[in-house]
Nanobody, 124 residues
Framework: VQLQASGGGRVQAGASLRLSCEGS????????MSWFRQVPGKEREFVAT????????YYADSAKGRFTISRDNAKSVFYLQMNSLKSEDTAVYYC??????????????????WGQGTQVTVSS
């Protein structure tokens, strides 16, 4: 299984970006997928998830109302639409494929495959 993240870039505060994560080498239909982000010196943090079972979505408080996670099962691609970006959204964004449901969706240990990360830089 491989995950390829793309779509990052450098934008001004208030702008939008859409991140993409393309999966290959395995089945993604019915699998929960998530986005996390990380800044240097800090732990990787949960951003958003979309359940494979029913398409339900959940967001970190920092992302609610501004970010939207979605998926295209036919193409094994999922997305993170980010609007009204703020400087504090600056981070490397990672997509991840969930393999365990013993813990919460924000728990890093629930994920076994990660994309390589895509840098998002928001300048104020």
């Amino acid at each position: 299984v491989q995950l390829q993240a793309s779509g990052g870039g450098r934008v001004q505060a208030g702008a939008s970006l859409r991140l993409s994560c393309e999966g290959s080498g395995g089945s993604f239909s019915g699998v929960s997928m998530s986005w996390f982000r990380q800044v240097p010196g800090k732990e990787r943090e949960f951003v958003a998830t979309i359940f494979g079972s029913n398409g339900s979505t959940y967001y970190a408080d920092s992302a609610k109302g501004r970010f939207t996670i979605s998926r295209d099962n036919a193409k094994s691609v999922f997305y993170l639409q980010m609007n009204s970006l703020k400087s504090e959204d600056t981070a490397v964004y990672y997509c991840a494929r969930r393999w365990s449901y013993s813990g919460g969706y924000a728990d890093l240990s629930q994920y076994n495959f990660w994309g390589q990360g895509t840098q998002v830089t928001v300048s104020s």
